[in-house]
């Protein structure tokens, strides 16, 4: 279980240090968000409170990573992972078109998010245009690559799972 943590906090530090070092250098007007989709692979593995957990984690990893204001990605990945996980127990986390699904709908979701967020503390004046086909690109890219990264986080699951789950395994009595 530890270890299962551990190796989705790698996975989410992984993605914020691509995003930053890798992507951001893409001559796009957007490019894909590998942080969110793996906030929304998780979330739809673990539920809303391990979507909700990812997502915060996530978020506060770009915030500290990309010199944003403390908590801005944080509330919006949270937003986002939250409402990934919770649809989780409706929609089988297995097909790819869930997971391409997902990422059109929580790329749309987080760009809402945070431009409201922005707009409302006053950070900065938000073109909306500019969102919108920003969150376009974003959304396809992110589809093609929600498969890969999905199957990445199910091979941390089927790698951390308890080979023995349905036997307590314990000390034995003296005979």
Known sequence: MVLRGVLFVLLLAAGVVVDGAWLSRLRLDAGPDLLLLAVLAIALRRGAEGGALAGAAGGYLRD?????????????????????????????????????????????????????????????????????????VAAALNALLAGPVGSLVA?????????????????????
């Open 64 to 136: 500290v990573a990309g010199g944003a204001p403390l908590g801005l990605y944080t509330f919006s990945y949270l937003v986002v992972g939250a409402a990934a996980g919770a649809s989780g127990a409706v929609v089988d986390p297995r097909q790819r078109s869930v997971a391409a699904a997902w990422a059109v709908a929580g790329t749309v979701v987080l760009a809402l998010v945070s431009g409201a967020m922005v707009a409302a503390t006053g950070l900065a004046r938000v073109a909306w245009a500019d969102v919108a086909s920003d969150a376009v």
């Open 155 to 175: 091979w941390v699951d089927r790698v951390t799972r308890r080979r023995y789950e349905g036997r307590v395994i314990g000390p034995r009595g003296l005979r």
